[in-house]
Each structure stands twice: as structure tokens, then as C-alpha cells.
């Protein structure tokens, strides 16, 4: 994974942060490996990319998965993905997912281009939104309702999968809102490769709302932080894209393989950054 842009704004505005008590207490990862541990948890899912690695999405409507938009781009030739070769495992949990289902079309947000870098554009513009070929219609697999975007200080969580934890999700229930600046937010919640679009969790009302999405991970000052997209009215704009006539349905090759759990996905995801 190639090095990239450093996100200056953004990280020396949480420079002088990382040791305040307010982001000494975050909670460890905890894997959500036993069916109570997960349920609530069961609209989060693994995304198998094209046999060629994962990625972490999450429901937000029956039909529709929110992600990073860097995960649709194969890495060495930065062409987009077939959506169709795109499978979300809902819930997925040591070889079973709560619902299967593959992507009929996909969109990524109009201001984000894909070339590998890291910069402050392409994390606040860093999201996607994949329609499934059928809505999931469990009771288990509640779709998440999204949020206003977080304030520096605000405590939030994330759901993630990752390379070294591709089988079972693993859930950080306290970490924080280092800085926000120019729709990217700086936070400390622990991730690693894999855990690319996935969902941060607002707990200010009676269920976890998503607040933003993972893009990339970075460093500063020897400390780890993570970076995402502040979601704020983009989903309304990936909405419509998504329902435009001439849409950006994308038409698959002949011969295109579809993904199928088993593969062996290969070690992609979250991209890093590193001050």
C-alpha cells in the first residue's frame, strides 16, 4: 500500500490533542463473535471486493449499503469495480452472514477522484453508496438511520472488519472526535486494513446513528489516528445519483466473475497515511 499525501490541516489540528483525558479512555476493540453480542450490530457487514480484498459497509436502507468510495477502485490499475462482482455479507460472522446479497449498481460521490493519494479532498469526499440487487428484508438486519456530523469532543464508536479479523466484526464502543476541519473528521478510534467504509456511531439518542465513514488511518506524533468523511448532506446527493435516469449503472463485462465467500480476499482495504 503505496504512502501518500500528508492531510496537514486536519492532523496539526489534533497535534496538540492527543494526550487531554478526554481521549485517554477508549474502550478496546471487543470481537462480536457470539449472536447476542452481534445483533444489534447484524446491518454492519463485510464487503468482498472482486476477489481482490474487503472492505466494511453498513445498511442504511433495505437496499442500500454506505461505504468508502476509495473501496470500489482496484488499487493497481484505479479502475472502478464492476458492482455486480461486489458481494455484502451482512452480519458476517465465522462463515454466515445474516443475509447475502450482491450489488446491482454503485455510486461515489461527484467530487471524488480516485488516484491512489490521500489528501484532505479525497477523505471528505471519500464515500459511496451501493444498491443491492434485492432489498434485505430480515428482522435481524435493521438498517441504521444517519446523523448530523459530529463536534470535536463528542464521543462516537465504530464496527469494523479488518484484515486480521476479516471472519468476525469487532466493535470500538468509546473513541473521539479529535478535530474536524474541512469536512474531514480526525478521530481516535483504532482501525486497520479492512476497515475501510466503516460506519461511525453517534450514541446521542436511543440507537447508534452513523455519523460518518472511514476512509484512512494516519499518524501523529507517534500516536494513531483514524480519518473520515463528515456525511452531512452528500447521502441525499448519492441518493439521487443513484436514482438519475442515466445513473451510473455499470455494465458488466462478458466473462466478469462474481464474488463468492471462499475466495481468499486479498489484504486491501482502509489506506494509510503517515505524517
Known amino acids: 500500500m503505496r504512502i501518500s499525501k500528508i492531510i496537514t490541516a486536519a492532523l496539526v489540528a489534533v497535534s496538540g490533542v492527543l494526550a487531554t483525558p478526554s481521549f485517554a479512555q477508549d474502550s478496546r476493540l471487543e470481537r462480536l463473535e457470539t449472536l447476542d453480542a452481534g445483533r444489534k450490530w447484524d446491518a454492519v457487514g463485510r464487503l468482498d471486493l472482486n476477489g481482490q480484498g474487503l472492505c466494511t459497509g453498513a445498511l442504511i436502507a433495505p437496499d442500500l449499503v454506505l461505504t468508502a468510495a476509495h473501496c470500489l477502485f482496484d488499487p493497481d490499475t ?43 479532498g479525497h477523505v471528505r469526499n471519500d464515500i459511496a453508496l451501493l444498491q443491492l440487487q434485492r432489498p434485505i428484508r430480515n428482522t ?110 455499470f455494465q458488466a463485462p462478458v466473462g466478469a466473475r462474481r464474488v463468492r465467500v471462499g475466495d481468499g480476499p486479498g489484504e486491501t482495504g482502509a489506506k494509510f497515511v503517515k505524517p
Open 78 to 120: 484505479s479502475v472502478q469495480f464492476d458492482p455486480t462482482t461486489i458481494e455484502f455479507l451482512a452480519g458476517w460472522r465465522n462463515g454466515r452472514a445474516s443475509a447475502y446479497r450482491s450489488v446491482q449498481r454503485a455510486t461515489v460521490h461527484p467530487s471524488y477522484v480516485y488516484n491512489g493519494e490521500v489528501s484532505s
Open 140 to 249: 435481524t438486519v435493521i438498517p441504521f438511520e444517519t446523523d448530523a456530523r459530529p463536534r470535536k469532543g463528542d464521543k462516537i464508536g465504530v464496527v469494523s472488519y479488518a484484515h486480521d479479523r476479516a471472519e468476525v466484526p469487532s466493535l470500538q464502543e468509546v473513541c473521539g472526535i479529535m478535530a474536524r476541519q474541512r469536512g474531514v473528521l480526525v478521530m481516535s478510534c483504532d482501525v486497520d486494513f479492512g476497515s475501510s467504509g466503516a460506519p461511525v456511531f453517534s450514541f446521542e439518542t436511543d440507537t447508534p446513528r452513523i455519523v460518518s465513514v472511514i476512509s484512512a488511518k494516519a499518524e501523529v506524533k507517534g500516536e494513531r489516528v483514524s480519518l473520515g468523511a463528515s456525511l452531512a448532506e452528500d447521502l441525499d446527493l448519492l441518493r439521487a445519483n443513484l436514482t438519475a435516469r442515466n445513473g451510473s449503472t
